[in-house]
């Protein structure tokens, strides 16, 4: 009876080491599925849809020639831009799409509600459409992020402003949001440094579309620069209600999310002399070279709209991912995934911009800020590698 034990418990052993190993969710002998969830509709479509296009154009690339015999599947999720919904599909994504990672989830507070469920069960998240400094702090080995953060660009910009242009009264508007709330603390922190008090503050619902009441309060404070937590409605709203009110001799001031052909093109000059940071600058087609211009065409011909900003990001950190799983091989593994992109070095994109690096300890590809200002319409670069 011993030995039969032994020789059916011997025989169970063997079986269980021929069964071969469960592939990670989001991997088939032919497939790659990546997950998004973003706003296709709401206040911040603009961003969602050209950052999905700008990717899936990226993707549709990669396709045509397959990433190590597999296909990329891109599954993308409309949250029009509010928080129950981002859990929602970020929960569908998980579970039931079973996605290998999450590439270009869009929206500060969006992210910052789902990640601790989703890096729990190890999927990764990578280049999400925030510069929250929450996606890449405190490190996780799971979170991947492109470009300089709001704080950063923030911080950088009030010291630019006070230093070169005499600014003494800094105060901050922003969406009362984990988003808002970065450029406020920006703004604090280095104003602080800088030993200097915040002149004023006013905070408005992401959703709000009359803002008479935070720039009266900021008028009436004598702000004479105003760093702007807002995207891309709620910033020309704001800037037309101060104009309507009469009050000029101050600055507005944005980051990467103000940062849009869109807010630059607004009608009738209305963001004429508006700055913004970022940590990309938009590349014109007319006015760049001709490899830029042959996207933009072929970005065009596919969704018959102009690229913005979101659809040149889009693309970039699109690109970055298919080098990183051709890089990762035949045996995909998120482990693998994680290797490559550790391996990412001096990546330079298309566009003009700065070079990505990441390593071991590092998850934040780079932290240059730039200054642009409307003109004509335009973004035009006044600044490079601001730093506070």
């Not at 008028?219 to 891309?232: F, N, R």
């Amino acid at each position: 009876m011993r030995k039969l034990s032994r020789l059916a418990l011997g025989a169970l052993f063997a079986g269980a080491l021929a069964i071969p190993a469960l592939a990670e969710d989001g991997v088939t002998d032919t497939e790659i599925v990546l997950g998004n969830h973003t706003a296709l509709s709401g206040p911040v479509s603009a961003w969602g849809i050209g950052s999905t296009e700008g990717m899936r154009m990226r993707f549709d690339e990669a396709n045509e020639k397959g990433i190590n015999g597999r296909k990329i599947k891109f599954v993308v999720e409309d949250h029009q831009y509010q928080v129950p919904r981002a859990v929602q599909a970020a929960n569908k994504l998980i579970n039931n799409d079973k996605i290998f990672a999450m590439v270009g989830a869009l929206g500060t507070p969006q992210n910052n509600a789902v990640l601790g469920e989703q890096l729990q069960k190890g999927v990764p998240n990578l280049f999400p459409f925030t510069a929250a400094r929450s996606m890449a702090e405190p490190f996780h080995k799971l979170k991947f992020a492109a470009f300089s953060t709001y704080y950063d660009q923030v911080r950088a910009v009030v010291k630019h402003f006070v230093e070169k242009d005499g600014k003494k009264n800094v105060c901050a508007m922003y969406q009362d949001t984990d988003f808002g709330h970065e450029i406020r603390d920006g703004v604090r922190d280095q104003v602080k440094a800088m030993k200097l008090e915040v002149a004023g503050e006013a905070a408005y619902g992401p959703m709000d579309t009359e803002f008479v009441a935070p720039i009266s309060k900021l008028k009436s404070a004598g702000c004479d620069l105003v760093v702007m937590g807002s995207i891309i409605r709620d910033s020309m709203q704001s800037v037309g209600t101060a104009k309507k009110l009469g009050w000029t001799g101050v600055t507005f001031v944005g980051q990467a999310a103000s940062y849009d052909p869109i807010v630059a093109a607004a009608p009738g000059g209305l963001m004429e002399g508006f700055f913004s940071a970022t940590g990309m600058p938009f590349a014109y087609p007319d006015t760049s070279a001709e490899p830029i211009k042959a996207w933009a065409a072929k970005y065009k011909a596919r969704t018959n709209q102009d690229p913005n900003s979101a659809a040149q990001y889009g693309y970039v950190t699109a690109d970055i991912v298919v080098k990183a799983l051709e890089a990762a091989g035949k045996d995909l593994t998120r482990a693998k995934l994680v290797t490559a992109m550790e391996g990412v070095k001096n990546y330079k994109p298309m566009f003009p911009g700065p070079a990505l690096n990441y390593g071991p300890d590092k998850r934040q590809g780079s932290t240059a800020s730039f200054l642009a200002k409307v003109e004509g319409g335009r973004w035009k670069v006044v600044g490079e590698n601001l730093l506070y």
